[in-house]
Protein backbone atom coordinates (compact mmCIF):
# COMPACT_ATOMS: atom_id res chain seq x y z
CA UNK A 1 0.00 0.00 0.00
CA UNK A 2 0.83 3.36 -0.72
CA UNK A 3 -0.99 6.95 -0.46
CA UNK A 4 -1.29 6.62 -4.10
CA UNK A 5 -3.07 2.98 -4.09
CA UNK A 6 -6.92 4.23 -5.14
CA UNK A 7 -5.73 7.65 -5.71
CA UNK A 8 -6.40 9.76 -9.16
CA UNK A 9 -3.01 11.37 -9.93
CA UNK A 10 -2.30 14.22 -11.92
CA UNK A 11 1.48 14.80 -13.55
CA UNK A 12 2.07 17.94 -14.93
CA UNK A 13 4.82 17.36 -17.74
CA UNK A 14 3.96 13.92 -17.75
CA UNK A 15 5.43 12.95 -20.66
CA UNK A 16 8.68 14.04 -20.15
CA UNK A 17 11.44 11.14 -19.21
CA UNK A 18 10.90 11.94 -15.04
CA UNK A 19 6.79 11.58 -16.05
CA UNK A 20 6.72 8.53 -17.89
CA UNK A 21 9.35 6.84 -15.67
CA UNK A 22 6.84 7.26 -13.11
CA UNK A 23 3.52 6.55 -14.84
CA UNK A 24 5.50 2.96 -14.91
CA UNK A 25 6.26 2.71 -11.16
CA UNK A 26 2.63 3.98 -9.61
CA UNK A 27 0.69 1.95 -12.05
CA UNK A 28 1.87 -1.23 -10.04
CA UNK A 29 0.39 0.73 -6.80
CA UNK A 30 -3.19 0.58 -8.48
CA UNK A 31 -4.06 4.17 -8.15
CA UNK A 32 -7.80 4.72 -9.30
CA UNK A 33 -6.73 7.17 -12.23
CA UNK A 34 -3.66 8.53 -13.27
CA UNK A 35 -3.77 11.59 -15.33
CA UNK A 36 -0.83 13.00 -17.85
CA UNK A 37 -1.44 17.34 -18.31
CA UNK A 38 1.20 17.87 -20.48
CA UNK A 39 1.28 20.25 -24.15
CA UNK A 40 2.38 17.97 -26.44
CA UNK A 41 0.18 15.77 -28.32
CA UNK A 42 2.60 13.36 -30.34
CA UNK A 43 4.17 12.28 -27.11
CA UNK A 44 0.89 11.81 -25.30
CA UNK A 45 -0.44 9.82 -28.52
CA UNK A 46 3.54 7.72 -28.18
CA UNK A 47 2.65 6.87 -24.86
CA UNK A 48 -0.58 6.06 -24.34
CA UNK A 49 0.31 3.42 -26.66
CA UNK A 50 2.35 1.90 -23.94
CA UNK A 51 0.14 3.23 -20.87
CA UNK A 52 -3.55 2.93 -22.79
CA UNK A 53 -5.10 3.04 -19.03
CA UNK A 54 -3.48 6.38 -18.27
CA UNK A 55 -5.94 9.70 -19.16
CA UNK A 56 -4.17 12.14 -21.16
CA UNK A 57 -4.93 15.83 -21.24
CA UNK A 58 -3.89 18.61 -23.28
CA UNK A 59 -2.65 21.74 -21.41
CA UNK A 60 -0.15 24.28 -20.19
CA UNK A 61 0.67 24.81 -16.82
CA UNK A 62 0.34 28.54 -17.92
CA UNK A 63 -3.57 28.15 -18.31
CA UNK A 64 -4.92 28.55 -14.96
CA UNK A 65 -8.55 27.50 -16.16
CA UNK A 66 -7.44 24.15 -18.08
CA UNK A 67 -5.49 23.18 -14.75
CA UNK A 68 -8.58 23.80 -12.89
CA UNK A 69 -10.52 21.73 -14.86
CA UNK A 70 -7.57 19.03 -14.75
CA UNK A 71 -7.26 19.22 -10.97
CA UNK A 72 -11.37 18.22 -10.64
CA UNK A 73 -11.73 15.17 -8.00
CA UNK A 74 -7.39 14.88 -7.96
CA UNK A 75 -6.02 13.63 -4.56
CA UNK A 76 -2.07 14.00 -5.92
CA UNK A 77 -0.76 16.38 -7.87
CA UNK A 78 3.34 15.81 -9.80
CA UNK A 79 4.63 18.70 -11.01
CA UNK A 80 7.25 17.79 -13.47
CA UNK A 81 6.43 20.62 -16.04
CA UNK A 82 8.89 23.40 -16.33
CA UNK A 83 11.59 25.06 -19.40
CA UNK A 84 14.51 23.00 -18.29
CA UNK A 85 17.15 24.11 -20.57
CA UNK A 86 19.60 26.68 -19.40
CA UNK A 87 20.61 28.95 -22.21
CA UNK A 88 17.05 28.45 -23.37
CA UNK A 89 15.87 30.52 -20.62
CA UNK A 90 19.19 32.89 -20.75
CA UNK A 91 17.80 33.92 -23.96
CA UNK A 92 14.36 33.42 -23.73
CA UNK A 93 13.73 34.68 -20.03
CA UNK A 94 9.74 35.90 -20.34
CA UNK A 95 8.73 32.29 -21.95
CA UNK A 96 10.54 30.63 -18.97
CA UNK A 97 9.18 32.71 -16.23
CA UNK A 98 6.01 32.36 -17.69
CA UNK A 99 6.16 28.22 -17.18
CA UNK A 100 8.66 28.20 -14.64
CA UNK A 101 7.26 30.92 -12.23
CA UNK A 102 3.42 31.90 -13.28
CA UNK A 103 2.75 28.47 -14.05
CA UNK A 104 3.83 27.33 -10.56
CA UNK A 105 1.59 30.04 -9.15
CA UNK A 106 -1.27 28.14 -11.39
CA UNK A 107 -0.40 24.71 -9.84
CA UNK A 108 -0.69 26.31 -6.26
CA UNK A 109 -3.77 28.07 -7.02
CA UNK A 110 -5.23 25.24 -9.01
CA UNK A 111 -4.28 22.39 -6.41
CA UNK A 112 -5.77 24.50 -3.25
CA UNK A 113 -9.11 25.54 -5.35
CA UNK A 114 -10.05 21.98 -6.13
CA UNK A 115 -8.98 20.56 -2.44
CA UNK A 116 -5.83 18.37 -3.90
CA UNK A 117 -4.42 16.32 -0.63
CA UNK A 118 -1.00 16.83 -1.71
CA UNK A 119 1.60 18.27 -4.48
CA UNK A 120 5.06 17.23 -4.86
CA UNK A 121 7.04 19.62 -7.21
CA UNK A 122 10.50 18.89 -8.93
CA UNK A 123 12.83 21.08 -8.37
CA UNK A 124 16.81 21.55 -9.12
CA UNK A 125 19.94 21.62 -7.89
CA UNK A 126 20.27 25.42 -9.73
CA UNK A 127 17.66 26.40 -7.66
CA UNK A 128 20.68 26.41 -5.03
CA UNK A 129 22.62 29.72 -4.95
CA UNK A 130 21.21 30.19 -8.90
CA UNK A 131 23.83 32.01 -11.50
CA UNK A 132 21.33 31.59 -14.63
CA UNK A 133 17.35 32.34 -15.06
CA UNK A 134 16.30 28.73 -14.70
CA UNK A 135 18.03 28.45 -11.63
CA UNK A 136 16.35 31.70 -10.33
CA UNK A 137 13.10 30.91 -12.22
CA UNK A 138 12.97 27.37 -9.82
CA UNK A 139 13.85 28.99 -6.69
CA UNK A 140 11.07 30.98 -6.94
CA UNK A 141 8.59 28.44 -7.47
CA UNK A 142 9.96 26.77 -4.62
CA UNK A 143 9.33 29.48 -2.14
CA UNK A 144 5.72 29.34 -4.13
CA UNK A 145 4.85 25.99 -3.21
CA UNK A 146 6.72 26.35 0.23
CA UNK A 147 4.34 29.56 1.37
CA UNK A 148 1.46 27.73 -0.18
CA UNK A 149 1.13 25.80 2.95
CA UNK A 150 0.16 28.90 5.00
CA UNK A 151 -2.94 29.29 3.40
CA UNK A 152 -3.96 26.26 2.11
CA UNK A 153 -5.70 22.99 3.19
CA UNK A 154 -3.39 21.29 0.39
CA UNK A 155 0.24 19.97 1.50
CA UNK A 156 3.02 21.36 -0.79
CA UNK A 157 6.59 19.62 -0.64
CA UNK A 158 9.70 19.78 -3.09
CA UNK A 159 12.18 17.17 -4.58
CA UNK A 160 15.40 18.51 -5.58
CA UNK A 161 18.37 16.85 -7.96
CA UNK A 162 20.24 17.41 -10.72
CA UNK A 163 20.74 16.27 -13.74
CA UNK A 164 19.75 12.69 -14.22
CA UNK A 165 21.70 10.67 -16.22
CA UNK A 166 20.63 9.75 -19.84
CA UNK A 167 17.81 11.76 -20.04
CA UNK A 168 17.53 14.18 -22.76
CA UNK A 169 19.95 17.24 -22.83
CA UNK A 170 22.15 15.50 -20.50
CA UNK A 171 26.26 15.00 -21.23
CA UNK A 172 25.92 11.49 -21.41
CA UNK A 173 23.55 11.12 -24.62
CA UNK A 174 25.63 13.76 -25.79
CA UNK A 175 28.89 12.34 -26.40
CA UNK A 176 27.08 8.87 -27.45
CA UNK A 177 26.27 10.54 -30.16
CA UNK A 178 29.56 12.02 -31.25
CA UNK A 179 31.24 9.74 -33.70
CA UNK A 180 34.66 11.71 -33.49
CA UNK A 181 36.98 11.10 -30.51
CA UNK A 182 37.23 14.22 -29.47
CA UNK A 183 34.79 15.15 -27.13
CA UNK A 184 33.96 19.08 -26.41
CA UNK A 185 34.69 19.65 -22.61
CA UNK A 186 33.27 23.30 -20.69
CA UNK A 187 35.83 22.97 -18.59
CA UNK A 188 38.11 19.59 -17.26
CA UNK A 189 37.59 20.46 -13.38
CA UNK A 190 33.79 20.57 -13.64
CA UNK A 191 31.78 18.20 -11.96
CA UNK A 192 28.37 16.34 -11.88
CA UNK A 193 25.95 14.66 -9.59
CA UNK A 194 24.69 11.54 -11.08
CA UNK A 195 21.06 10.45 -10.00
CA UNK A 196 19.12 7.95 -12.09
CA UNK A 197 15.59 8.13 -12.99
CA UNK A 198 14.45 5.73 -10.71
CA UNK A 199 16.39 7.43 -8.02
CA UNK A 200 14.58 10.44 -8.70
CA UNK A 201 11.25 8.20 -8.74
CA UNK A 202 12.32 7.03 -5.40
CA UNK A 203 12.72 10.24 -4.11
CA UNK A 204 9.28 11.46 -4.65
CA UNK A 205 7.54 8.80 -3.61
CA UNK A 206 9.39 8.80 -0.09
CA UNK A 207 8.02 12.47 -0.39
CA UNK A 208 4.20 11.59 -0.63
CA UNK A 209 5.09 9.53 2.20
CA UNK A 210 6.97 11.49 4.20
CA UNK A 211 5.86 15.04 4.21
CA UNK A 212 3.84 17.24 6.17
CA UNK A 213 4.30 20.27 4.34
CA UNK A 214 7.08 22.52 3.12
CA UNK A 215 10.14 20.24 3.14
CA UNK A 216 12.52 20.37 0.45
CA UNK A 217 14.06 16.73 -0.02
CA UNK A 218 17.59 16.44 -1.68
CA UNK A 219 18.41 12.96 -2.59
CA UNK A 220 22.24 11.75 -1.46
CA UNK A 221 23.57 10.50 -4.64
CA UNK A 222 27.38 10.38 -5.97
CA UNK A 223 29.47 12.84 -7.89
CA UNK A 224 31.76 12.47 -10.94
CA UNK A 225 33.95 14.58 -12.75
CA UNK A 226 32.99 15.13 -16.57
CA UNK A 227 35.95 14.16 -18.22
CA UNK A 228 35.81 10.75 -16.72
CA UNK A 229 32.07 10.37 -17.59
CA UNK A 230 33.62 11.36 -21.50
CA UNK A 231 36.52 8.54 -20.73
CA UNK A 232 33.86 5.94 -19.60
CA UNK A 233 31.94 6.25 -22.99
CA UNK A 234 35.30 7.01 -24.89
CA UNK A 235 38.27 5.60 -23.45
CA UNK A 236 40.34 6.85 -26.19
CA UNK A 237 38.72 10.49 -26.46
CA UNK A 238 40.98 13.85 -26.45
CA UNK A 239 39.23 17.05 -25.17
CA UNK A 240 38.13 19.97 -26.89
CA UNK A 241 37.47 22.63 -24.11
CA UNK A 242 35.08 25.36 -25.44
CA UNK A 243 34.37 26.83 -22.27
CA UNK A 244 31.34 27.09 -20.01
CA UNK A 245 28.07 28.04 -21.56
CA UNK A 246 25.73 31.15 -20.60
CA UNK A 247 24.43 30.35 -17.04
CA UNK A 248 26.56 27.28 -16.33
CA UNK A 249 28.37 26.04 -13.36
CA UNK A 250 31.32 24.30 -12.84
CA UNK A 251 29.94 22.45 -9.85
CA UNK A 252 26.45 21.37 -8.79
CA UNK A 253 25.29 22.57 -5.79
CA UNK A 254 22.14 21.07 -3.71
CA UNK A 255 22.31 22.34 -0.38
CA UNK A 256 24.35 25.88 0.11
CA UNK A 257 25.61 26.80 3.74
CA UNK A 258 22.99 29.61 4.53
CA UNK A 259 20.04 26.41 4.33
CA UNK A 260 22.62 24.33 6.92
CA UNK A 261 20.74 26.13 9.90
CA UNK A 262 17.30 24.81 8.52
CA UNK A 263 19.09 21.08 6.70
CA UNK A 264 18.63 17.67 8.73
CA UNK A 265 20.47 14.68 7.78
CA UNK A 266 18.76 10.90 7.02
CA UNK A 267 20.28 7.83 6.15
CA UNK A 268 19.51 8.36 2.31
CA UNK A 269 18.55 12.24 1.87
CA UNK A 270 18.91 15.12 3.67
CA UNK A 271 15.47 17.52 4.04
CA UNK A 272 15.72 21.36 4.24
CA UNK A 273 12.56 22.56 6.41
CA UNK A 274 11.49 25.94 5.64
CA UNK A 275 12.55 29.26 7.82
CA UNK A 276 9.10 30.56 7.77
CA UNK A 277 6.77 30.13 11.00
CA UNK A 278 9.80 28.32 12.84
CA UNK A 279 8.87 25.09 10.73
CA UNK A 280 12.39 24.06 10.62
CA UNK A 281 12.06 23.68 14.56
CA UNK A 282 9.41 21.41 14.17
CA UNK A 283 9.55 17.91 15.58
CA UNK A 284 6.86 16.24 13.07
CA UNK A 285 8.89 17.25 9.85
CA UNK A 286 12.02 16.70 11.68
CA UNK A 287 11.27 13.35 12.74
CA UNK A 288 14.69 10.95 13.43
CA UNK A 289 16.74 13.56 11.30
CA UNK A 290 20.13 14.76 12.64
CA UNK A 291 21.01 18.93 12.14
CA UNK A 292 23.82 19.13 9.86
CA UNK A 293 27.10 21.34 10.75
CA UNK A 294 26.84 25.10 10.39
CA UNK A 295 29.23 25.01 7.93
CA UNK A 296 27.72 22.01 5.65
CA UNK A 297 27.27 22.32 1.66
CA UNK A 298 26.60 19.63 -0.44
CA UNK A 299 28.09 20.23 -3.52
CA UNK A 300 29.48 17.76 -6.16
CA UNK A 301 33.02 18.43 -5.68
CA UNK A 302 33.45 18.38 -2.17
CA UNK A 303 31.03 15.28 -2.34
CA UNK A 304 32.12 12.21 0.03
CA UNK A 305 30.49 9.72 -2.56
CA UNK A 306 31.99 8.92 -6.11
CA UNK A 307 30.85 7.14 -9.12
CA UNK A 308 33.87 4.66 -10.33
CA UNK A 309 33.98 4.57 -14.47
CA UNK A 310 33.39 0.37 -13.53
CA UNK A 311 29.90 1.73 -12.22
CA UNK A 312 28.85 4.22 -14.81
CA UNK A 313 30.27 1.58 -17.69
CA UNK A 314 27.98 -0.85 -15.24
CA UNK A 315 24.61 1.45 -15.59
CA UNK A 316 25.13 2.22 -19.49
CA UNK A 317 24.89 -1.54 -20.17
CA UNK A 318 21.98 -1.98 -18.54
Known amino acids: MTPLTDATVLITGGTGSFGQAFVKRILNTCPKRVIVYSRDEMKQWEMAKTHPSVKYFIGDVRDRERLHLAMRNVDYVIHAAAMKIVPSAEYNPFECIKTNVIGAMNVCGAATACGVKKVIALSTDKASAPINLYGASKLCSDKLFIASNSYSNTTFSVVRYGNVMGSRGSVIPLFQSIDDDTLPI ?30 IYVKKIPSMR ?20 PGEKLHEQMIGQEDAAYTYEYKDHFKILPAIYDWHNDPERIKDGKLVAPDFSYTSDKNTDWMTPAQLKQWLKS
Open 186 to 215: TDKKMTRFMITLEQGVDLVMHALEDSIGGE
Open 226 to 245: VTDIARTIKPKCSFKVIGIR
